[in-house]
């Protein structure tokens, strides 16, 4: 009796051990998989990877100076009005944001949300200052990470010569005193 129990307990065991070790597998492969995704589809430079970053905007850095107006077009956003919390500030150009399908952008903005304390500024570039209805994807304030995501727009030339922008979707992660510590891009092949 006590071989029988001792046997079952045994297979009971490996059988647990075995479905632990494939659930491990699983999430290894889905953290992999995910992991892939994001080095794919994000370029995250440093050291003699940045050929294509901005030419003034330098890790360790303050961000230069520039400015922007939010949706609303009630509060104005600048590099020092993003002191206080680490912050993700994204320039893009308007008609790039508008070819983004929302699913595919709320997927970035919930992986880099995890990373900061603050908000997530989205400043869109256009010729001009956007009125509040022409802003793309509006509906993403409805979203669970949409109350962290500030849209804003600024005016490209202005921003593109205050930053030395050479490309867009350029990202930039801030910490709280409002020192650069990450530059990239995301691939806007959608």
Request: proline share 4%; aromatic share 10%.
């Amino acid at each position: 009796m006590t071989n029988t129990i001792l046997l079952l307990s045994t297979i009971v065991l490996a059988l647990v051990l075995f479905g632990l070790r494939s659930a491990l597998l699983h999430m290894a492969r889905d953290t992999a998989r995910c992991y892939a995704l994001l080095q794919e589809q994000t370029g995250l430079a440093s050291g003699d990877e940045q050929s294509g970053l901005p030419k003034k905007i330098k890790h360790g850095n303050s961000l230069p100076l520039f400015k922007a107006l939010d949706s609303s077009r009630e509060h104005l956003i600048t590099s020092e009005s993003l002191i206080g919390q680490s912050t993700i500030v994204i320039f893009i150009a308007k008609d790039e944001y508008e070819r983004w399908p929302l699913d595919s952008l709320l997927f970035y903005f919930r992986s880099w949300w995890y990373h900061i304390d603050g908000n997530i500024y989205v400043i869109l570039l256009n010729s001009d200052y956007l009125q509040p209805e022409e802003f793309p994807h509006k509906p993403i304030s409805n979203e669970d990470v949409g109350e962290y995501v500030v849209l804003g727009s600024a005016i490209k030339g202005d921003v593109v010569r205050s930053m030395g922008l050479t490309k867009t979707p350029c990202v930039v992660e801030l910490d709280t005193e409002g020192t650069v510590r990450r530059i990239g891009f995301f691939d806007d092949d959608v």
